[in-house]
């Protein structure tokens, strides 16, 4: 993920007129790739003790990092700083003709994943979502290969928990 966003290409370090404190963006988005990175695939039992030490540790080098869980601030790609995701939640318009399975109400987890996903898949990466059944992984995924650019071309196959090997 570092490689993703620490580039002169993406952030421009070596501008002060887009990047005004190089060294506090640096730290924002280290602090961010390790959270993503390392606690990704905790489970969720585990990651409030991995949020409590990681917050301990990478204040004690950027005191700038935000208090609190770790896993609900996102980064404000305009001026390169932590945001709540609850801050990026975009409006919701209800579509009475959209099918049922196809509605995707933003909330905090949407938001927070639609971005992971799309930031990786941008730039080249393979991504799993991996979680407990019935939280909107699949939802997530399909609502964003569908109203990605043209540089996603989807595809769809469709599994369950009672798929085997004798069912494909």
Known sequence: ??????NKEKIHLDNKEKVPNPE????TYVGFCIVWS???????????????????IIKSYFPEFPDGDVYEFGINAMTH???PWYEQIPSYQYNP????????????D???????LSILMYNGYNTLFSGETGVGKSVIVKDFLMTSDERIDPAFVNFSGKTTCKNL
Do not use: C, E
Request: no cysteine; charged share 15%.
């Open 81 to 83: 700083t932590f945001q």
């Open 38 to 56: 390392l606690g990704a695939n905790l489970h969720d039992s585990s990651r409030s003790v991995f949020s409590s030490h990681l917050n301990g």
């Open 110 to 116: 949407t938001v927070k994943y639609k971005y992971l």
């Open 1 to 6: 993920m570092i490689n993703i966003f620490l």
């Open 97 to 108: 003709k959209q099918n049922h399975f196809d509605i995707l109400v933003p909330t905090n």
């Open 24 to 27: 506090k963006t640096v730290w």
